[in-house]
């Protein structure tokens, strides 16, 4: 497993990390845990030691799964958890008061049975609490030893600029993958200025650029991409062009779809470490082998050209979670 550093932090993480959120919330029911369990560990002895989850994650089961996996090995990865939603509830709407923080860092330092978070974002920005107010909460955090590092996710350009001011920003988590470009246009000129890392999160674009779903695939009723445009049946149908693309480049190096667009990833910026998610074994084996594929500057050139011509359908969130993210 190769390793990066997560921007000017000094964090040293593997070059592909593990969202854990799919093992307990989000794509319908939760992995018995002692397959989770037996996943998380497998992912160490394969190089994983970036491992990303958060309290509203269950909520709170994925944290408590990932402090049983991880207790055994605690000092050889690197645990982010994320705060930011009242009582750990994407339903509930957002609650970053200083107050929610440090009662939240308590309760996860306790589920993640450790002594310290290594990196602690802020889940959605919060337009009642000011950014300073929860930059400087972390900045105490990290004082008092029970954090490490301070993080972001889906935070828009001037509110990243107004928590680096306060507090040294380590990395930013946001969507970005091959079907989702936009942190291109303002955001990765300003991480690359200020020496931030960006995690990218769905780096498979849901799982659809692994090339394994199509317009027949049914999913679990309780699974968010049911409620996600880019995910209708129409969508998935006319969105499949860019999954050929990916099997043409995958062709040519005995690789798999999902590997060429983690590679792609990892292309783009040596501060780039993506965080696909998996329950499966094979799928974890597949997507840590990406780090040993190595796109040439002509073969990057040649996946311009030819998703260039390609406009991806569909929104990627629903309008009401779209108004949680860009702050």
């Known amino acids: 497993m190769q390793h990066r550093i997560l921007g000017n932090s000094g964090l040293e993480v593997s070059a592909i990390g593990l969202g854990c959120m799919g093992l307990s919330y989000g794509l319908g029911p939760a992995t018995d845990r002692q397959e989770a369990i037996a996943l998380l560990r497998a992912a160490v002895d394969l190089g994983v030691t970036f491992f990303d989850t958060a309290e509203a994650y269950g909520p709170y089961r994925n944290e408590e799964l990932l402090g049983e996996a991880l207790a055994p090995v605690r000092d050889r990865v690197v645990i982010a958890t994320k705060f930011g939603f009242l009582n750990g509830d ?30 602690l974002y802020q889940h959605r920005v919060d337009p009642e609490v000011p950014i300073e107010d929860v930059a400087g909460t972390v900045r105490e955090l990290i004082a008092q030893g ?25 990395a930013l988590q946001s969507e970005y993958s091959l079907w989702w470009r936009e942190p291109e246009r303002e955001i990765l000129p300003l991480l690359e200025e200020l020496g931030i890392a960006l995690v990218p999160f769905s780096p498979l674009g849901k799982g659809f650029l692994t090339g394994t779903i199509d317009a027949t695939t049914q999913f679990d009723a309780n699974d968010f991409r049911n409620t996600v445009p880019r995910f209708t049946p129409q969508a998935r149908q006319a969105n499949q062009v860019l999954v050929d693309v990916l099997r043409g480049v995958a ?50 050139a040649a996946i311009e050209t030819a998703l260039a011509p390609i406009q991806v359908l569909g929104d990627r969130y629903s309008p009401v979670h779209q108004q949680r993210v860009g702050r």
């Open 251 to 300: 062709a040519r190096f005995d690789a798999t779809p999902a590997q060429v667009a983690l590679a792609w990833l990892l292309a783009r910026k040596p501060w780039i470490v993506p965080i696909p998610g998996t329950t499966k074994r094979h799928r974890l084996e597949e997507n840590v082998a990406a780090v040993n594929l190595t796109l040439a500057p002509a073969d990057l």
């Open 90 to 119: 994407v339903r509930a709407g957002l609650d970053s008061r200083p107050v929610t923080i440090r009662a939240m860092v308590d309760a996860a330092l306790a589920r993640l049975r450790t002594d310290r978070i290594d990196l």
């Open 146 to 170: 029970k954090v490490s590092h301070f993080g972001l996710s889906e935070a828009g350009a001037a509110t990243i600029r107004r928590a680096h001011a306060v507090q040294p920003v380590a």
